[in-house]
């Protein structure tokens, strides 16, 4: 089973920040925390992922809680290209653990 | 190296019909994962490679299927005695396990049984 909690669904309105939640109360010392998108008839597409410290790339950032319980991925200036479900993971890094577990995740809607 | 390929990109078979796909991943990527994926569902983990050798199967992946990456390059999943249940995305994926960044998707190939 899937170690996280998302919502089912959110809207952002286009050039604002979406800010996607995510909760992984019994993550572990050495899991990380990853995101994945898949927009509508495509596979899974890597975003970011981080152990404790905040991260940042070229798409989104990632804001993880001091107790790593939960997390937030934020897409600094949403597009309507940005539509797509939103996966959040927890797994081991390191080739341990090796297989991806996803949930439903987050269905965003960036509306125009 | 334009990513991982799947073929074909659909795939209606009749009940009781035998399916192949088949998956062409990046290149220097030793590991190689397949998935199913149902409508409104995340993905579910099938199956994955190291190179040639199978490293782990789940037990959704029942007596009829079956995978193979003979040369530790492309890999083909065969489905028998294909039942409408088997109705899915299936999805592959490929990384490089020196790096631990993330997975490769390709697009899938989606199988209609009537």
């Known amino acids: 089973d899937a170690k996280t909690t998302q919502p089912p669904s959110m809207d952002c309105a286009e050039g604002r920040a979406a800010n996607l939640p995510c909760n992984h109360s019994t993550i572990s010392g050495n899991e990380y925390v990853y995101w994945y998108r898949q927009i509508h008839s495509q596979g899974p597409q890597y975003i970011i992922h981080?152990?404790?410290n905040n991260e940042t790339n070229e798409m989104a950032s990632l804001i993880i809680t001091e107790d790593r319980k939960s997390s937030t991925l934020i897409l600094p200036h949403a597009t309507l290209r940005d539509t797509a479900v939103y996966y959040c993971i927890v797994r081991v890094g390191m080739n341990r653990d090796d297989k991806i577990i996803f949930g439903k995740g987050t269905r965003l809607h960036i509306l125009p | 190296d334009t990513g991982v390929s799947q073929d074909p990109r659909h795939k209606i078979t009749k009940r009781g019909q035998n399916v192949t796909f088949r998956c062409d991943p990046i290149s220097e990527h030793n590991r190689l994962y397949w998935y199913r994926q149902t409508l409104g569902q995340g993905p579910e983990f099938l199956t994955y490679f190291q190179n040639e050798a199978q490293l782990e199967k789940s037990r959704l992946l029942s007596d009829r299927f079956s995978a193979e990456r003979p040369k530790g390059s492309f890999s083909t999943l065969e489905i028998q005695r294909t039942e409408q249940g088997d109705s899915a995305m299936y999805l592959c994926?490929?990384?490089?396990?020196?790096?631990?960044?993330?997975?490769?998707f390709g697009s899938g190939t989606r199988l209609t049984v009537v």
């Open positions: 994926a490929s990384r490089d396990s020196l790096f631990d960044y993330g997975y490769t």
């Open positions: 981080g152990l404790k």
